[in-house]
């Protein structure tokens, strides 16, 4: 019953004169004639042709916006222009109706803020099938890139007792009863008696997982959903989002740059050979958009243009320390149009200070390297200075910070020092300082946050329009 051809399938290789069965959800019905049929496989409708006369009128009646119906018919030149084929319909049968008067999608332009309300029915837009087709385009450029290296794809846990990133921002896990939390004598809450026999919590992170099995395997990459409890509500940070975490032994700050810079490369590359009709749909929609904006906040770039752009130029690498210079002397500082104005070394970056350097200073991508310690996480090497450590941002035009990652610190007494001032528990991490114990070596990775390049590469300017179910504060709808 349900054999039949994917639209894209059909456009790409057909035979006039051919009888063919498709499948889809009606788009529109015009004059009681030409349904446009789309079926997700690709962003274009096919057109179907009715003989309305010796149509039943019931059957007719049901072919509305929204509704599913199988068509048969004859493949046709098209009389229309804008598409090269057609389909006279034999027989048309409707598989599920959509009564148009509750349907919230109307065949006209919605706003994404509606359709986030919607977000169960807007895969059915040619914004986000657009958008979901990219997103999966991605993911598989991100597999191949790291399989044609090598790498093998580790899949780190969801639940963990520890927090990678020690900025204690963890959504818990637990079955204790909320109404009767068991005490210790002390007073505390006894997670002996939780399900894991220990406080455990949603992982925001893979990457110390990645760090043992890298030690072993050399190369590895995790690619999967992370989770952060921060109350940050911008269209840059989501509570669940998808990371992609490698981790090399034998590799040091320069490797790990040269692979990062390579993996977005390559992504970028991927898309634009092989969703050319999405980008270009997509490219056509952030046009619209920035038509509202006034003139100096638009782009000077097409999208198009700005994925090219960003192949065909080395990223920019400077320290932190350069980069502070370049701000504290920027018109900006100057003139005081900074929220959080640069005075001194040691500041942390705000995303007006990331922008200001892609945006306005270099006007490409930048890979910032050699932070502050105090502004860093524990696990990153420590320099010869003792005060900076061996990390790398990348910044990207529109989107701020995609990548962040380090060279490790292996050095077994350097890593434990720094995990006692910053106050890290060292008992719970046993295993993970064993890997310093047994066999340390020299070793470097990143984290690449998996909706910031979805966002990226589609021009979306809300990170929540990425990611078919978004969760931030106050939102974990379906
Ligand atoms: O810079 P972050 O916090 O680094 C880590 O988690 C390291 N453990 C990675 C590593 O070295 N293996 O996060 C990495 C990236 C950020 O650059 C950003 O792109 C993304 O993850 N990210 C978020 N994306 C969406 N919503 C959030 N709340 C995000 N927080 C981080
Ligand atoms: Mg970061």
Request: charge should be negative.
């Given at each position: 019953m349900f054999s039949r051809v994917k639209i894209k399938e059909l456009l790409a290789n057909y035979t006039l004169g051919d009888t063919v069965t498709v499948m889809g959800w009606v788009r529109t019905f015009r004059n009681n004639q030409f349904i446009a049929l789309n079926d997700g496989s690709v962003l274009t409708n096919l057109q179907i042709v009715v003989d309305f006369e010796n149509m039943d009128a019931e059957l007719l009646k049901k072919i509305t916006t929204g509704a599913a119906i199988k068509a048969v018919g004859e493949v046709i030149a098209s009389q229309g222009k804008g598409q090269a084929i057609e389909i006279k319909a034999k027989e048309v049968e409707v598989l599920g109706v959509c009564d148009p008067e509750v349907y919230?999608?109307?065949p006209k332009k919605h706003s994404l803020e509606f359709l986030r309300e919607i977000a169960h029915l807007r895969p059915r837009t040619n914004t986000f099938s657009a958008v979901f087709r990219v997103r999966h385009q991605l993911a598989m450029a991100i597999h191949q890139f790291f399989h044609n290296k090598g790498f093998v794809y580790m899949h780190s846990p969801i639940i963990t007792g520890s927090d990678a990133e020690g900025a204690g921002e963890m959504f818990r896990v637990t079955t204790l009863p909320l109404d009767k939390l068991p005490k210790t004598e002390e007073g505390h809450i006894d997670f002996k008696k939780d399900f894991f026999g220990k406080s455990t919590n949603l992982t925001v992170s893979g990457q110390l997982e990645a760090e043992l099995a890298a030690l072993a395997l050399s190369e590895v990459y995790t690619f999967g959903p992370t989770f952060r409890a921060e109350n940050s509500n911008t269209s840059r940070h989501l509570a669940e989002f998808w990371m992609i975490e490698p981790e090399v032994a034998f590799a040091d700050l320069n490797d790990n740059m040269d692979l990062a810079e390579g993996l977005l490369k390559y992504c970028i590359g991927q898309v634009i050979e092989h969703c050319a009709e999405d980008l270009e749909f997509l490219e056509g929609r952030l046009l619209d958009e920035e038509k509202q904006k006034p003139q100096n906040e638009r782009s000077e770039m097409s999208l198009r243009e700005k994925l090219q752009f960003c192949l065909n130029n080395d990223f920019q690498r400077l320290t932190y320390t350069e980069a502070i210079d370049i701000l504290k002397n920027s018109t900006p500082n100057k003139k005081g149009k900074f929220n959080y104005p640069i005075e001194a070394w040691g500041a942390d970056l705000q995303s007006e200070h990331e922008r200001y350097l892609v945006e306005k200073h270099f006007g490409k991508p930048v890979i910032l390297t050699d932070y502050p310690k105090a502004i860093k996480a524990f696990y990153m090497r420590v320099n010869e200075d003792n005060n900076t450590v061996r990390a790398m941002d990348i910044l990207f035009p529109?989107?701020?910070?995609?990548v962040g990652g380090s060279q490790r610190e292996e050095r077994l007494d350097v890593l434990m020092a720094r995990m006692e001032e910053m106050h890290i528990p060292l008992e719970e991490m046993q295993w993970f300082l064993d890997t310093r114990k047994f066999g340390t070596c020299p070793h470097a990775g990143f984290g690449l946050g998996f909706e910031r390049l979805v966002q990226f590469v589609t021009g979306m300017s809300n990170i929540r329009d990425v990611i078919p179910f978004p969760r931030f504060p106050g939102s974990a709808e379906f």
């Open positions: 919230p999608l109307q529109g989107i701020g910070e995609i």
